[in-house]
């Protein structure tokens, strides 16, 4: 079952609750989104490093309910 | 050999190693087509694994690397990223950069 755009949201929150975050449904069908997080966790991490925090964020939902998420990340 | 073995060999026996849905002639995914097209641009030879005939590499190559998607790029031995930051890196000229510190163009 696809990952709603609030609970999306919801859990990218949980993990950084000072995140500034933009989140689109590319395809409307809860299941391919592009976000752009801006947070203070993320300074000085590799973009691999970033990543992988979201990846975590998500709590194994990426790659399994939720198919495609476009990631753009950066500190604040 | 146990999966994690085959994909450690591949990896380090491959300067460049993608990992991938499809091949570089029929990709089966916009994000692995992506990758591929962005590696064609340089020229350069590459080797690429097609992760939908293989589901043990396909899921064995998630836990090697602790990253949940494919594609999955290599340069000899390291794992440079997925579909955006290789995107992202192209975009900043870092790709290029990463290419000839490793001397791989």
């Known amino acids: 079952m696809p990952l709603t755009k609030n609970e999306l949201e919801k859990m990218i929150k949980e993990a950084f609750p000072d995140a500034i975050i933009v ?3 590319s395809q409307g ?5 592009s976000a752009r997080i801006c947070t203070e966790a993320f300074n000085g991490k590799t973009k691999i ?13 990426m790659g399994n309910e939720l198919h495609a998420l476009q990631l753009e990340t950066m500190g604040k | ?12 026996q491959n300067d460049i190693c993608l990992f991938m849905k499809g091949t570089p002639e029929a990709p089966k995914c916009g994000f692995s087509l992506a990758v591929s097209n962005i590696l064609k641009t340089f020229n350069i030879k590459f080797h690429s694994v097609d992760v939908l005939a293989n589901d043990e590499i396909r899921n064995g190559i998630k836990v090697y690397s602790d990253w949940p998607t494919i594609p999955q790029l290599y340069l000899k031995g390291e794992f440079v990223g997925g579909c955006d930051i290789v995107k992202e890196m192209f975009e900043k000229g870092e790709l290029k950069e990463v290419l000839k510190k490793k001397s791989l163009i």
């Open chain 1, 23 to 25: 989140l689109e449904d």
């Open chain 1, 29 to 33: 069908d809860n299941n391919h989104y």
């Open chain 1, 49 to 61: 490093e970033q990543h992988k925090m979201v990846y975590k964020a998500l709590k194994g939902k």
């Open chain 2, 1 to 12: 050999m146990n999966i994690n073995e085959q994909i450690k060999n591949v990896i380090s």
